[in-house]
């Protein structure tokens, strides 16, 4: 999949999940309006029948009085119809009521009160409230009122179109801010994925090289006349590409290793010194055979917490790069210090050192300078790998050079 297509997919899902939102947010504004009606709705007709309750009190001193008025009919309610029914339920006032009207009278004589919704085709539904209630002649009376349920479509048609503007507006700036943060969160995908790239083609540039002698010397030998002397030679140097070799494939293994965090490392309480002094004994061979001398300076005892094996190869590959380019005559001094609350291994040489302009760049995988291509092999792979085993151990690789030499200082932070 393209980076253009992760990032438009990012943008789908963002712009559907607010959609998602919106939906159910507007879902439930609009059920909880639809609810609140209805109550306001049935507290209404409430209300409705006992102002009836209370007019059929007035009608009855009115009738025994032989008055005309009629204290029922004259009451008033704006957009409700009231009924008066007898026990029996028939219609006191107005004398004539429909079937369904009625029906719910009945059932407010049975239950003592009744709520009905009626549908009415192309028009709003109707709700009826009936009640029982007794006069204060003892008389037992049904009384009704209805009124038609209002539409929430037609009562907040302001809300929903507000609802909706406001809604689009906000769909359109999701949909906007979506992709601008699907671009910026696949800048490191695209810089890992560039790095990858890069990666592989340096890898498959360093491998091709010893894997090309190799097959040239091979090639070589087979094709000449078997000599003992000539076969040694041939031998020892397909061993050291393929030592050379090994080596590349090992780093490379190291890093994917420390990309995937598969590599488990262990927090034990140790001693920087008796660490690089390991460190010492491994790298003298290799000073020797190149000429240089390897001394060791102030060798305090500092105690860290770390991996040792790590510690020790972290130490290894400084000491390896020293020698590596520093010219035979030259030195290495190595100092293992524990002052200002830090353990410090410090590795100085009287080597080539390395221009200003190149030392950002040290720790990047497979680059070597043009001076350090000249002067020693190597796939630029010892330093990146010191860098992971320092950042393991919050340890900070600092690095200063010119052209007397080169000075790395490695600060661990001490012991807990």
Do not use: C
């Not at 190149?358 to 330093?383: C, D, H, S, T």
């Amino acid at each position: 999949m393209t980076l253009a297509r992760l990032r438009m997919r990012l943008t789908l899902w963002y712009a559907a999940t607010f959609v998602v939102i919106l939906v159910l947010l507007g879902g439930g504004i609009f059920v909880a309006i639809g609810v609140q009606v209805s109550r306001r709705l049935d507290a209404s007709l409430g209300a409705a029948t006992a102002a009836i309750m209370r007019a059929t009190g007035d009608w009855e001193a009115e009738r025994a009085a032989h008055q005309t008025a009629d204290a029922v009919e004259e009451l008033r309610i704006p957009e409700r119809d009231l009924y008066l029914f007898d026990a029996a339920g028939r219609p006191i006032t107005p004398p004539h009521a429909e079937a369904w009207v009625t029906a719910a009278a009945l059932a407010a004589g049975r239950d003592g009160r009744a709520d009905a919704t009626r549908a009415v085709a192309g028009q709003h539904a109707v709700r009826i409230h009936a009640e029982r209630f007794v006069a204060p002649s003892g008389t037992p009376y049904l009384a009704v009122a209805t009124a038609e349920r209002p539409g929430i479509a037609d009562q907040y048609a302001w809300l929903i179109g507000t609802f909706g503007a406001a809604a689009l507006v906000a769909l359109v700036l999701v949909a906007a801010g979506g992709f601008l943060l699907a671009r910026h969160s696949t800048v490191p995908v695209e810089r890992s994925m560039d790095q990858m790239r890069r990666f592989m083609a340096d890898a498959a540039h360093e491998l091709r090289t010893p894997i090309t002698i190799l097959r040239a010397r091979t090639e070589v030998a087979l094709g000449q006349p078997r000599d003992p002397a000539g076969d040694v030679a041939a031998f020892q140097a397909i061993g050291r590409e393929a030592e050379r070799l090994g080596g590349i494939v090992g780093d490379l293994l190291t890093l994917a290793r420390a990309d995937a965090g598969e590599r488990t490392v262990a927090h034990e309480s140790l001693y920087l010194d008796d660490i690089a002094s390991q460190a010492v004994s491994a790298a003298r061979a290799l000073a020797e055979r190149k000429g240089v001398s390897l001394v060791v300076g102030s060798f305090e005892e500092s105690r860290i917490a770390g991996d040792a094996a790590l510690v020790e190869r972290l130490v290894l590959i400084v000491l390896d790069n020293a020698i590596k380019y520093t010219p035979p005559g030259g030195n290495v001094r190595l100092d293992v210090t524990a002052r200002d609350g830090r353990r410090s291994v410090v590795v100085s040489d009287s080597g080539i050192g390395i221009p200003a302009d190149q030392l950002p760049r040290i720790f990047e995988r497979f680059y070597r300078g043009a001076n350090a291509r000249g002067q020693a092999e190597g796939a630029g792979l010892g330093l990146p790998i010191a860098r992971w085993i320092a950042d393991l151990h919050d340890a900070r690789i600092g690095v200063a050079s010119d052209a007397t030499g080169t000075r790395v200082e490695i600060d661990f932070p001490p012991a807990v």
